[in-house]
Protein backbone atom coordinates (compact mmCIF):
# COMPACT_ATOMS: atom_id res chain seq x y z
CA UNK A 1 0.00 0.00 0.00
CA UNK A 2 1.30 3.39 -1.04
CA UNK A 3 1.53 6.81 1.89
CA UNK A 4 -0.96 7.99 0.23
CA UNK A 5 -3.70 5.15 -0.14
CA UNK A 6 -3.13 5.03 4.24
CA UNK A 7 -3.24 9.09 4.55
CA UNK A 8 -6.62 9.03 2.21
CA UNK A 9 -8.12 5.62 4.25
CA UNK A 10 -7.59 7.36 7.64
CA UNK A 11 -9.16 10.57 6.53
CA UNK A 12 -12.23 8.37 5.41
CA UNK A 13 -12.44 6.75 9.09
CA UNK A 14 -11.62 10.15 10.48
CA UNK A 15 -14.55 11.96 9.09
CA UNK A 16 -17.03 8.90 9.35
CA UNK A 17 -15.90 9.38 13.06
CA UNK A 18 -16.53 13.06 13.68
CA UNK A 19 -19.80 12.75 11.60
CA UNK A 20 -21.42 9.55 13.82
CA UNK A 21 -20.67 11.56 17.14
CA UNK A 22 -22.30 14.66 15.35
CA UNK A 23 -25.34 12.61 14.69
CA UNK A 24 -25.39 10.58 17.82
CA UNK A 25 -25.12 7.37 16.16
CA UNK A 26 -28.17 6.90 14.70
CA UNK A 27 -28.87 3.46 13.04
CA UNK A 28 -29.88 4.87 8.99
CA UNK A 29 -26.78 7.39 9.40
CA UNK A 30 -24.54 4.19 10.81
CA UNK A 31 -25.60 2.04 8.27
CA UNK A 32 -25.17 4.48 5.06
CA UNK A 33 -21.42 5.69 6.28
CA UNK A 34 -20.56 2.54 6.77
CA UNK A 35 -21.40 1.70 3.21
CA UNK A 36 -19.90 4.76 2.04
CA UNK A 37 -16.96 4.27 4.03
CA UNK A 38 -16.82 0.27 2.42
CA UNK A 39 -16.61 1.68 -0.95
CA UNK A 40 -14.23 4.62 -0.57
CA UNK A 41 -11.28 2.14 1.20
CA UNK A 42 -12.48 -0.54 -1.61
CA UNK A 43 -11.59 2.74 -4.44
CA UNK A 44 -8.60 3.53 -2.91
CA UNK A 45 -7.16 0.27 -1.84
CA UNK A 46 -8.18 -1.42 -5.51
CA UNK A 47 -9.22 1.51 -7.54
CA UNK A 48 -9.30 -0.55 -10.54
CA UNK A 49 -12.23 -1.99 -8.81
CA UNK A 50 -14.36 0.83 -9.43
CA UNK A 51 -13.57 0.59 -13.18
CA UNK A 52 -15.36 -2.68 -13.03
CA UNK A 53 -18.81 -0.85 -11.09
CA UNK A 54 -17.92 1.69 -13.37
CA UNK A 55 -18.10 -0.56 -16.89
CA UNK A 56 -21.42 -2.21 -15.25
CA UNK A 57 -23.15 1.22 -15.03
CA UNK A 58 -21.70 2.35 -18.15
CA UNK A 59 -19.18 4.60 -17.34
CA UNK A 60 -15.76 3.72 -19.35
CA UNK A 61 -13.37 4.53 -16.06
CA UNK A 62 -13.91 4.11 -12.44
CA UNK A 63 -12.02 7.28 -11.86
CA UNK A 64 -14.77 9.03 -13.97
CA UNK A 65 -17.77 7.51 -12.02
CA UNK A 66 -15.85 8.65 -8.54
CA UNK A 67 -16.12 11.90 -10.02
CA UNK A 68 -19.99 11.61 -11.49
CA UNK A 69 -20.66 11.04 -7.69
CA UNK A 70 -18.80 13.06 -5.94
CA UNK A 71 -20.24 15.86 -7.75
CA UNK A 72 -23.70 14.78 -7.00
CA UNK A 73 -22.64 14.17 -2.88
CA UNK A 74 -21.69 17.67 -3.17
CA UNK A 75 -24.71 19.05 -4.91
CA UNK A 76 -26.85 17.69 -2.17
CA UNK A 77 -24.69 18.38 0.63
CA UNK A 78 -25.28 21.98 -0.64
CA UNK A 79 -29.30 21.69 -0.85
CA UNK A 80 -29.24 19.77 2.50
CA UNK A 81 -27.14 22.28 4.12
CA UNK A 82 -28.69 25.20 2.33
CA UNK A 83 -31.92 23.73 3.60
CA UNK A 84 -30.41 23.68 7.77
CA UNK A 85 -28.96 27.36 6.42
CA UNK A 86 -32.87 28.89 6.47
CA UNK A 87 -34.60 27.24 9.30
CA UNK A 88 -31.68 29.12 11.07
CA UNK A 89 -32.37 31.69 9.46
CA UNK A 90 -36.64 31.63 10.29
CA UNK A 91 -34.99 30.81 13.92
CA UNK A 92 -33.03 33.91 14.06
CA UNK A 93 -35.86 36.17 12.61
CA UNK A 94 -37.69 34.45 15.08
CA UNK A 95 -35.44 35.12 18.06
CA UNK A 96 -35.02 38.98 16.82
CA UNK A 97 -38.82 39.39 16.26
CA UNK A 98 -39.22 38.16 20.37
CA UNK A 99 -36.60 40.54 21.62
CA UNK A 100 -38.41 43.09 20.01
CA UNK A 101 -41.46 42.81 21.62
CA UNK A 102 -40.33 41.93 24.69
CA UNK A 103 -38.15 45.07 24.78
CA UNK A 104 -41.30 47.27 24.22
CA UNK A 105 -43.24 45.44 26.94
CA UNK A 106 -40.32 46.14 28.99
CA UNK A 107 -39.89 49.90 28.02
CA UNK A 108 -43.80 50.12 28.62
CA UNK A 109 -43.58 49.16 32.46
CA UNK A 110 -40.60 51.11 33.15
CA UNK A 111 -42.39 54.01 31.55
CA UNK A 112 -45.51 53.62 33.74
CA UNK B 1 -53.12 50.83 13.63
CA UNK B 2 -50.70 52.08 10.80
CA UNK B 3 -46.96 50.33 11.07
CA UNK B 4 -44.40 51.99 9.41
CA UNK B 5 -41.36 49.86 9.24
CA UNK B 6 -38.31 52.35 9.29
CA UNK B 7 -34.59 51.37 8.34
CA UNK B 8 -31.93 54.09 8.11
CA UNK B 9 -34.26 56.60 7.32
CA UNK B 10 -33.60 60.61 6.85
CA UNK B 11 -35.08 61.33 10.15
CA UNK B 12 -36.14 65.19 9.20
CA UNK B 13 -38.52 62.30 6.05
CA UNK B 14 -39.23 59.86 9.18
CA UNK B 15 -40.34 63.07 11.09
CA UNK B 16 -42.90 64.35 8.47
CA UNK B 17 -44.40 61.03 7.26
CA UNK B 18 -45.46 60.29 10.92
CA UNK B 19 -46.60 63.57 11.59
CA UNK B 20 -48.50 63.48 8.40
CA UNK B 21 -49.80 59.73 9.74
CA UNK B 22 -50.88 61.40 13.79
CA UNK B 23 -53.52 63.38 11.60
CA UNK B 24 -55.02 60.11 10.48
CA UNK B 25 -56.25 59.21 13.85
CA UNK B 26 -54.76 55.91 14.32
CA UNK B 27 -52.23 54.94 16.62
CA UNK B 28 -49.10 54.12 14.59
CA UNK B 29 -46.49 51.36 15.13
CA UNK B 30 -42.97 52.34 14.05
CA UNK B 31 -40.58 49.05 13.39
CA UNK B 32 -37.44 49.94 13.34
CA UNK B 33 -35.36 47.28 11.27
CA UNK B 34 -32.43 47.48 13.04
CA UNK B 35 -31.20 51.33 11.71
CA UNK B 36 -28.13 52.57 12.64
CA UNK B 37 -28.33 55.08 14.23
CA UNK B 38 -31.61 53.37 16.16
CA UNK B 39 -34.60 55.18 15.18
CA UNK B 40 -35.86 58.09 17.87
CA UNK B 41 -39.20 58.94 18.00
CA UNK B 42 -41.02 60.26 20.71
CA UNK B 43 -43.12 57.08 22.23
CA UNK B 44 -46.29 57.76 23.59
CA UNK B 45 -49.58 55.72 23.55
CA UNK B 46 -50.77 56.69 20.32
CA UNK B 47 -47.26 55.78 18.85
CA UNK B 48 -45.36 52.59 20.00
CA UNK B 49 -41.99 51.92 19.11
CA UNK B 50 -40.57 48.29 17.80
CA UNK B 51 -36.72 47.62 17.32
CA UNK B 52 -34.74 44.95 15.66
CA UNK B 53 -31.35 44.27 16.94
CA UNK B 54 -30.15 44.10 13.75
CA UNK B 55 -31.53 44.57 9.86
CA UNK B 56 -33.94 41.51 8.79
CA UNK B 57 -35.94 43.13 5.72
CA UNK B 58 -39.42 44.67 4.95
CA UNK B 59 -41.18 41.77 5.27
CA UNK B 60 -39.41 40.35 9.10
CA UNK B 61 -40.13 44.22 9.98
CA UNK B 62 -44.03 44.02 8.71
CA UNK B 63 -44.46 40.45 10.63
CA UNK B 64 -42.76 41.77 13.73
CA UNK B 65 -45.36 45.12 13.62
CA UNK B 66 -48.89 42.07 12.65
CA UNK B 67 -47.38 39.98 15.55
CA UNK B 68 -47.95 42.88 17.63
CA UNK B 69 -50.91 43.55 16.50
CA UNK B 70 -51.81 40.03 17.31
CA UNK B 71 -51.92 40.44 20.94
CA UNK B 72 -53.86 43.12 20.89
CA UNK B 73 -57.15 42.66 21.30
CA UNK B 74 -58.23 46.72 20.41
CA UNK B 75 -56.80 46.65 16.95
CA UNK B 76 -58.98 45.82 14.05
CA UNK B 77 -57.47 47.07 11.12
CA UNK B 78 -54.21 47.42 10.41
CA UNK B 79 -52.15 49.85 7.50
CA UNK B 80 -49.09 49.37 6.23
CA UNK B 81 -47.21 52.35 5.30
CA UNK B 82 -44.20 53.07 4.08
CA UNK B 83 -41.41 55.41 5.76
CA UNK B 84 -39.83 57.03 2.79
CA UNK B 85 -42.85 59.62 2.55
CA UNK B 86 -43.74 58.07 -1.25
CA UNK B 87 -47.69 57.39 -0.12
CA UNK B 88 -50.04 60.10 1.17
CA UNK B 89 -52.42 59.46 4.36
CA UNK B 90 -54.93 60.44 2.60
CA UNK B 91 -55.11 57.60 0.67
CA UNK B 92 -55.74 55.48 3.87
CA UNK B 93 -59.84 56.46 3.90
CA UNK B 94 -59.65 55.08 0.46
CA UNK B 95 -58.21 51.65 1.75
CA UNK B 96 -60.09 51.58 4.40
CA UNK B 97 -63.40 51.76 2.87
CA UNK B 98 -64.20 48.27 1.16
CA UNK B 99 -62.71 46.64 4.98
CA UNK B 100 -65.62 48.76 6.56
CA UNK B 101 -68.52 47.74 4.37
CA UNK B 102 -67.15 44.44 4.95
CA UNK B 103 -66.18 43.83 1.28
CA UNK B 104 -62.52 42.89 1.73
CA UNK B 105 -60.38 40.78 4.10
CA UNK B 106 -57.25 43.12 2.60
CA UNK B 107 -57.06 45.92 0.66
CA UNK B 108 -53.93 46.98 -1.49
CA UNK B 109 -53.23 50.58 -2.86
CA UNK B 110 -52.66 50.50 -6.87
CA UNK B 111 -50.87 53.20 -8.70
CA UNK B 112 -51.84 51.26 -12.33
CA UNK B 113 -55.96 51.91 -11.95
CA UNK B 114 -55.55 55.96 -12.82
CA UNK B 115 -53.71 57.44 -15.48
CA UNK B 116 -52.55 59.88 -13.96
CA UNK B 117 -51.08 57.54 -11.18
CA UNK B 118 -49.40 55.40 -13.79
CA UNK B 119 -47.81 58.00 -15.39
CA UNK B 120 -45.98 59.44 -12.61
CA UNK B 121 -44.00 55.95 -12.19
CA UNK B 122 -40.81 56.16 -13.59
CA UNK B 123 -40.79 54.43 -17.11
CA UNK B 124 -38.63 51.58 -16.03
CA UNK B 125 -39.86 50.89 -13.10
CA UNK B 126 -43.40 50.74 -14.59
CA UNK B 127 -42.23 47.92 -17.02
CA UNK B 128 -40.45 46.33 -13.57
CA UNK B 129 -44.02 46.59 -12.21
CA UNK B 130 -45.84 44.79 -15.15
CA UNK B 131 -43.62 41.96 -15.06
CA UNK B 132 -43.83 41.67 -11.51
CA UNK B 133 -47.40 41.77 -12.14
CA UNK B 134 -47.46 38.67 -14.39
CA UNK B 135 -44.44 36.67 -11.78
CA UNK B 136 -47.30 37.05 -8.92
CA UNK B 137 -50.00 35.77 -11.28
CA UNK B 138 -47.94 33.27 -12.63
CA UNK B 139 -47.19 32.31 -8.66
CA UNK B 140 -50.03 33.33 -6.63
CA UNK B 141 -52.90 32.95 -9.19
CA UNK B 142 -54.11 36.63 -8.04
CA UNK B 143 -54.45 38.79 -10.89
CA UNK B 144 -53.45 42.31 -9.37
CA UNK B 145 -53.26 45.92 -11.61
CA UNK B 146 -49.90 46.37 -9.30
CA UNK B 147 -47.18 44.43 -7.71
CA UNK B 148 -44.88 44.96 -4.56
CA UNK B 149 -46.31 48.28 -3.29
CA UNK B 150 -46.07 48.93 0.57
CA UNK B 151 -49.59 50.27 0.91
CA UNK B 152 -52.37 48.04 2.52
CA UNK B 153 -54.60 47.98 4.74
CA UNK B 154 -55.96 44.70 6.30
CA UNK B 155 -58.55 43.53 8.63
CA UNK B 156 -57.89 40.95 11.55
CA UNK B 157 -58.95 38.00 9.93
CA UNK B 158 -56.07 38.54 7.74
CA UNK B 159 -53.74 39.26 9.78
CA UNK B 160 -54.29 36.78 11.96
CA UNK B 161 -54.06 34.16 8.64
CA UNK B 162 -50.95 35.85 7.56
CA UNK B 163 -47.72 34.74 8.70
CA UNK B 164 -44.80 36.55 6.48
CA UNK B 165 -41.70 34.07 6.32
CA UNK B 166 -39.80 35.81 3.58
CA UNK B 167 -37.96 38.85 5.55
CA UNK B 168 -36.99 40.79 2.52
CA UNK B 169 -38.92 42.64 -0.13
CA UNK B 170 -40.08 38.57 -1.74
CA UNK B 171 -42.80 39.01 1.52
CA UNK B 172 -45.07 41.07 -0.95
CA UNK B 173 -45.43 37.69 -3.10
CA UNK B 174 -45.47 35.66 -0.40
CA UNK B 175 -48.70 37.38 0.90
CA UNK B 176 -50.16 37.30 -1.97
CA UNK B 177 -49.61 33.32 -2.09
CA UNK B 178 -51.30 33.52 1.67
CA UNK B 179 -54.55 35.63 0.51
CA UNK B 180 -54.91 32.99 -2.16
CA UNK B 181 -54.20 30.18 0.20
CA UNK B 182 -56.51 31.54 3.00
CA UNK B 183 -58.90 32.18 0.64
CA UNK B 184 -59.14 36.07 1.66
CA UNK B 185 -61.51 38.92 0.06
CA UNK B 186 -58.74 41.18 -2.01
CA UNK B 187 -59.44 44.25 -3.13
CA UNK B 188 -57.61 47.13 -5.01
CA UNK B 189 -58.11 50.72 -4.79
CA UNK B 190 -56.33 53.56 -6.19
CA UNK B 191 -53.62 55.44 -4.98
CA UNK B 192 -51.09 58.16 -5.68
CA UNK B 193 -47.05 58.03 -5.31
CA UNK B 194 -44.93 60.35 -5.24
CA UNK B 195 -41.38 59.53 -6.57
CA UNK B 196 -38.27 61.58 -5.41
CA UNK B 197 -34.79 61.62 -5.40
CA UNK B 198 -34.90 60.16 -2.07
CA UNK B 199 -37.37 57.63 -2.19
CA UNK B 200 -35.88 56.62 -5.62
CA UNK B 201 -32.89 56.53 -3.61
CA UNK B 202 -33.67 54.63 -0.89
CA UNK B 203 -36.55 52.35 -2.53
CA UNK B 204 -35.80 48.75 -4.25
CA UNK B 205 -33.40 49.02 -7.56
CA UNK B 206 -34.89 47.43 -10.56
CA UNK B 207 -32.19 44.78 -10.32
CA UNK B 208 -33.92 43.67 -7.01
CA UNK B 209 -36.56 41.90 -8.72
CA UNK B 210 -34.16 39.49 -9.70
CA UNK B 211 -33.76 38.52 -5.88
CA UNK B 212 -37.14 38.31 -5.23
CA UNK B 213 -38.17 35.92 -7.92
CA UNK B 214 -34.85 34.17 -6.67
CA UNK B 215 -36.31 34.22 -3.36
CA UNK B 216 -39.78 33.07 -4.32
CA UNK B 217 -38.29 29.76 -6.23
CA UNK B 218 -36.17 29.21 -2.81
CA UNK B 219 -39.57 29.24 -0.79
CA UNK B 220 -41.10 27.18 -3.37
CA UNK B 221 -38.21 24.47 -3.22
CA UNK B 222 -38.06 24.91 0.60
CA UNK B 223 -41.59 25.30 1.41
Same mark, same amino acid.
Given at each position: ????????? $??? $??????????????????????????????????? +??????????????????? @???? #???????????????????????? =? $?????????????? &? +?? | ????? =????????????????????????? #????????? /??????????????????????? &???????????????????????????????????????? &??????????????????????????????????? =? =??? $?????????????????? &?????? /???????? /?? @?????????????????? #??????????????????????????????
Amino acid at each position: MEPIQLLLI $IAQ $IAIALVYLKLTRYRFGTVLFLATLLLFGVLAVYDP +DSTTVIANYLGVERGADLL @LYAT #VICFCGALVAIYGKFRKLDEQHTG =V $IRELALLRQILERN &E +DA | MIIVP =VYNEEPAILRRTLKALRGAGARILV #VDDGSHPAV /EVAVSPDVILLRHSVNLGQGAAL &ETGMAFARKDQFVDILVHFDADGQHFPSDIANLLAPLFKG &EADIVFGSRFMRQADRLRIPPMRRLILQLGRIFNR =V =VTS $IQMTDAHIGLRALNRRAF &ERISLR /ENRMAYAT /EL @LWQVHKHELRWHEVPVAV #VYTPYSRAKGQSSWNAFTIVGDIFLRIIYR
